[in-house]
């Protein structure tokens, strides 16, 4: 089977749109698993195979265990597991023996389960939800039901609902994940924290909320979002005036003890539109126009003062901010950083 086929069997199993023919497949493999056999699965295949088995375990789950907001010691999952019905033990067997992990802490609660303060109210007949928790030493990806994949961090943990229902898909996360959401603008995805709230269409961004950090970071590296702080009192909104958009090669970080959000460029800004530098005898104002391009960066600078500056020179695979040191060595200017920007400034050159 090639590889899409077996990723969008699988997502339509999540689902529940399978045929019975599909259905019959799976249970084929499924049945087999018992002999000596490999799998040849891709990262994004053995991904998507961990929340398929999950989702079959919450799918069936009596609803008597609470839902959890950390690891759990594994000779409880275990336990837990052992009380559930056959069938859930055998898909978790399956996760194991063909994954090579260990059952992780992923529980389901029929009802609202227990959200901390800041966290907005929910209807009282909400769906259920799912609290995903990586113990591992390694990144561990969860496939959402909308086709959204988030790859968390070691020590984290996110809570999503089974299914998402409403105007808008809600997720919350302790820790640190990377999100590549599911492009839907009819229903904007929402990343929880306890200091900050991000928004999204669809994109690819990390999170970074470590209980105990000083600071909340978000990068995005594609298309972009808009973070706000949590509001102060219990169940508020996210402050929208307060509110940044950030764009790739930028971030956001939040500083709970001064409460200050602010957005700056990443320490190492990435190329988005791979070109050739190699400028003879250009304007300058050219040459950072290619810069902005190829780095998706805002550059500020005063037009008339480099009006008749040129620069005759050949950059290679050098970091932006050494490419810029570069420019600057030559023409005797400097730049800053600030709100996510390169501010340029340079000295007028005469006219030839």
Known sequence: MEHSDFRALLGRYQRGECTAEEQRRISFWYDGLGAEQQLDLDAGERAALVAT?????????????PAVAGAVPA?????????????????????????????TGVYLSRSAVSIPAKWPAKNPAATAWVVYTNP??????VVLLDGTVVTLAPASNLKYPRRFQGPQRTVYLTGEGFFNVSHDAAHPFLVYTDQVVTTV????????AYAGQPNVVVRVKTGRVRVAPRGSAAGAPAD????????????????AGRRQLRRELVAAPVLLAPQAFVFDNRPVAEVLAALEKAYGVTIAYDAAAVRNCTLN????REPLFEKLDIICEALGATYDKADGRILFHSRPCLPE
């Not at 591992?136 to 990806?141: D, F, G, S």
């Not at 005036?241 to 090669?249: G, Q």
């Not at 020179?313 to 290679?316: E, I, N, P």
Request: proline share 3%; aromatic share 6%; no cysteine.
């Open 75 to 103: 000779a409880t999952r275990t336990s837990r597991m052992w009380q559930s019905s056959s069938s859930n033990i055998r898909w978790a067997a399956a996760a194991a023996l063909v994954l090579g992990t260990g059952l």
């Open 240 to 255: 929208a005036l307060a509110s940044v958009v950030v764009v790739p090669n930028q971030q956001a970080v939040y500083s």
């Open 136 to 141: 591992t030493a390694r990144p561990a990806a």
């Open 53 to 65: 088995v999950w989702q079959r375990i919450a799918s069936q789950t009596t609803g008597s265990h």
């Open 313 to 316: 020179l050949s950059l290679g």
């Open 201 to 208: 269409l669809g994109t690819s961004f990390t999170v970074r």
